[in-house]
């Protein structure tokens, strides 16, 4: 059956046995196996990314409104290797990569207008909520925060 042409599945299915079998007893008694059947177009072993036929440009939108790009060589991507539009939009404007730490804003509060004359940095988190939240109430007390000078 495997000089006729017949593949591992054909002939596991017709001796009751599984391809792995097959397989080692081909091996063992010196018979060339089968050539492998190849596989529909675009839906080859390398599927990933711009090679997967569903493949849409490598942008998606996540629950919480953030644009993401497929770039999973870069250093701040996700495990999933997407990373934030933003981020990427301010490192081309600052001319260098951004820090872990550093924040990127939205000043109108739209998560999707990657505009860079609509991003800001900060240089942590505490920055970024000492300037977007300073007149907002406070949960906790009911009361606005007071702004304080900022050198």
């Not at 998606?60 to 644009?67: E, F, H, I, R």
């Not at 495990?79 to 934030?84: I, M, T």
């Not at 804003?105 to 977007?132: C, M, Q, S, W, Y």
Request: hydrophobic share 25%.
């Amino acid at each position: 059956m495997a000089e006729a042409g017949d593949t591992l599945h054909a002939i596991a299915e017709e001796i009751g046995t599984n391809k792995r079998t097959v397989s080692r007893y081909l091996k063992e008694h010196g018979i060339q196996r089968p050539p492998h059947r190849q596989h529909p177009p675009g839906m080859g072993r390398n599927t990933r990314g711009a090679n997967n036929p569903a493949w849409k440009g490598g942008r998606q939108v996540d629950k919480s409104g953030y644009v993401l790009l497929w770039m999973p060589g870069h250093p701040q991507a996700n495990r999933h290797g997407q990373v934030r539009e933003h981020r990427i939009v301010m490192e081309r404007k600052l001319g260098r990569p951004l820090k872990r730490q550093e924040v990127v804003d939205h000043i109108d509060g739209n998560k999707g207008n990657n505009d860079p004359e609509n991003l800001r940095v900060f240089p942590n988190n505490a920055e970024h909520l000492r300037a977007t939240l300073t007149g907002v109430p406070c949960p906790a007390r009911g009361r606005r925060r007071k702004s304080t000078p900022t050198e």
